[in-house]
């Protein structure tokens, strides 16, 4: 009865994939955004403030981190959790794929949580004379707890690598 239940629960992992799939899907969602915005932004180049301007970029950057984020969870996620991808060696094979376990994904997924915060938080320094001074403080408060919290993590993964088992 055992050896079934063991079976059963390994084989769940494959209740994963299709997660993994829908990924890819609000990754597609945010290519059309990314173009979404590239189109409303080249009819009016010429005529757009510079400040204006600055910030659609800082938008299409944000999109592209989150588009980064999703890509490295979907893959190192499969790889480490589901099942190794059987890619060729002639084809485009990512550098980092089987790389990447899922503490070294954490990391990376805090880091990149912390950039796109930045960029969010450049964003509203940017457009100040909008925002509340106290929006700025939860704003400034948010992101410093992403960025005490990486830290944390990172230092902690440290530790537990250098110590002895």
Same mark, same amino acid.
Request: overall charge negative.
């Given at each position: 009865?055992?050896?079934?239940i063991?079976?059963?629960?390994?084989?769940?992992?494959?209740?994963?994939?299709?997660?993994?799939?829908?990924?890819?899907?609000?990754?597609?969602?945010?290519g059309?955004?990314?173009?979404?915005?590239i189109?409303?932004?080249?009819?009016?180049?010429?005529?757009?403030?510079?400040? =204006?301007?600055?910030?659609?970029?800082?938008? +299409? &950057?944000? @999109?592209?981190? /989150?588009?980064?984020?999703?890509? %490295?969870?979907?893959?190192?996620?499969?790889?480490?959790?589901?099942?190794?991808?059987?890619?060729?060696?002639?084809?485009?094979?990512?550098g980092?794929?089987?790389?990447?376990?899922?503490?070294?994904?954490?990391?990376?997924?805090?880091?990149?949580?912390?950039?796109?915060?930045?960029?969010?938080?450049?964003?509203?320094?940017?457009?100040?004379?909008?925002v509340? =001074?106290?929006?700025?403080?939860?704003?400034? +408060? &948010?992101? @410093?707890?992403? /960025?005490?919290?990486?830290?944390? %993590?990172?230092?902690?993964?440290?530790?537990?690598r250098?110590?002895p088992?």
């Amino acid at each position: 009865m055992e050896k079934y239940i063991e079976k059963a629960i390994y084989a769940s992992r494959w209740i994963m994939a299709p997660i993994y799939l829908g990924l890819s899907l609000t990754l597609l969602a945010l290519g059309i955004k990314f173009f979404q915005e590239i189109f409303h932004i080249l009819p009016i180049i010429f005529t757009i403030k510079e400040v =204006d301007l600055v910030l659609v970029v800082l938008s +299409l &950057i944000d @999109i592209v981190l /989150v588009g980064g984020l999703i890509v %490295m969870v979907m893959f190192s996620g499969y790889e480490n959790f589901v099942s190794r991808l059987d890619l060729e060696d002639g084809e485009d094979k990512l550098g980092w794929l089987g790389k990447l376990d899922s503490g070294s994904l954490k990391n990376k997924v805090a880091a990149s949580i912390v950039a796109i915060s930045s960029i969010h938080l450049l964003k509203i320094f940017m457009n100040v004379e909008s925002v509340n =001074d106290d929006k700025i403080m939860w704003y400034l +408060l &948010i992101h @410093i707890t992403f /960025v005490i919290s990486a830290f944390s %993590m990172g230092y902690l993964d440290k530790l537990l690598r250098k110590a002895p088992y």
